[in-house]
């Protein structure tokens, strides 16, 4: 049976979990003693659903962040065995192998019938006892560890998007109850997989019928007080449409993109072409971002081995943006900042990413300026981050 496990020697004491996450526990029970509302900020943003739905996102502040960043490098990331039919932001060296959403359509691949089913509100209906169950049977920690970690991973004792936290436990919370339902999924010859709340059954017969196993999950996701929707239950059967998972097609022995999707990024591509030959618009900072936007979707066709991927990153490399004067008068102010903040904050995430965004924009500074950016980058140098383990 394919279960989660915690490979690591458990957290007991508070004084060793406190030296994990370097703070004193002067520091911790001060922030264990802020409300949520405290520890947690809105997002800048808005985000919706699909149905229109407002998406519930809390960003945690700076030094909760620092904690939660600390959590995930030494329990999620490197102390787990994370079972095959669970996919998400499972990291590759844990996992020993590639966990993103075309690995987990891929065993989905020349299916005939597909049974898709969406756990309602996942983050904002996992309560903190889950939370705590993950900690304490699972990883074996000391009941006054769980509490802090549950504390300190939750808010107003649920799991939310935005905790850094979040995509791990929210992966973990079925541990005791999923490894027997895939097993028995498994015996009746149906595959089974997990991105983080949208679970997927497959049959390579011919209009299966899924009533015992959607009976299954029901049951599991009822056990923890998870919701059920069956409104949002998909069945999908081999016939004039293509099957898709994820919204890659499975009818083949590897995923591939829907022939629309296919034929949207080459005219994306093309579109680009057409608006760098409008004058300065690759120095511009909204052209910056559709070039990113583009690229990030060419770069899908390689993750599903399109052939004609390579071709669209070397037509969109004639065109990459161009740096401006504003741009050398950006990296200089933020090398300033670096440089006084580089005492006290080197270790902190704000400054490695404040870093390595000034590397990015450096870059884009060499393609017309190389003696500026050759400078900018020696003094830059000089402020590394801290890239010590925590």
Aim: glycine content about 2%; proline content about 5%.
């Amino acid at each position: 049976m394919d279960i989660p496990k915690y490979n690591h020697p458990p957290f007991v004491e508070l004084d060793k979990l406190c030296k994990m996450l370097r703070i004193s526990r002067t520091e911790l029970e001060n922030i264990l003693s802020s409300p949520s509302d405290v520890r947690y900020k809105d997002p800048k943003t808005t985000a919706y659903k699909k149905d229109g739905s407002i998406r519930k996102i809390k960003c945690p502040l700076k030094e909760l962040r620092s904690i939660q960043e600390k959590i995930n490098n030494n329990i999620f990331k490197t102390g787990f065995y994370w079972p095959k039919y669970l996919f998400g932001s499972i990291p590759k060296k844990a996992a020993l192998s590639n966990r993103d959403y075309v690995s987990c359509v891929s065993l989905h691949c020349r299916a005939k019938s597909i049974c898709k089913i969406d756990i309602s509100n996942f983050f904002d209906n996992v309560h903190i006892s889950l939370v705590k169950s993950v900690f304490k049977n699972l990883c074996h920690f000391s009941d006054e560890v769980t509490d802090v970690l549950a504390d300190l991973c939750c808010y107003n004792d649920f799991l939310v998007q935005g905790a850094l936290t979040s995509s791990y436990l929210a992966t973990l919370i079925l541990w005791d109850k999923e490894p027997e339902l895939v097993e028995n999924l498994k015996k009746k010859g149906l595959v089974y997989t997990r991105l983080v709340d949208d679970i997927t059954i497959s049959s390579r017969i011919s209009n299966y019928n899924f009533d015992i196993a959607t009976k299954r999950v029901e049951v599991m996701l009822l056990e923890k007080d998870l919701p059920i929707n069956k409104s949002k239950y998909e069945y999908n059967y081999l016939s004039i449409e293509p099957l898709t998972v994820h919204g890659l097609r499975v009818s083949f022995d590897k995923p591939k993109l829907p022939k629309h999707e296919s034929s949207n990024i080459r005219a994306s591509v093309k579109n680009l072409e057409n608006l760098a030959q409008l004058d300065s618009a690759r120095t511009k900072m909204w052209f910056r971002t559709d070039y990113n936007r583009c690229m990030g979707r060419v770069n899908k066709l390689a993750r599903v081995k399109n052939q004609k991927h390579q071709a669209l990153v070397e037509r969109l490399k004639v065109i990459e943006p161009l740096p401006s004067i504003n741009d050398i008068k950006y990296a200089r102010l933020r090398l300033k900042n670096l440089e006084a903040d580089y005492s006290t904050k080197k270790k902190t995430f704000n400054y490695k990413k404040r870093y390595y965004k000034l590397n990015q924009r450096i870059h884009l500074i060499s393609k017309t300026y190389p003696d500026v950016a050759k400078k900018i980058r020696e003094s830059l140098k000089e402020v590394p981050p801290d890239e010590k383990p925590i």
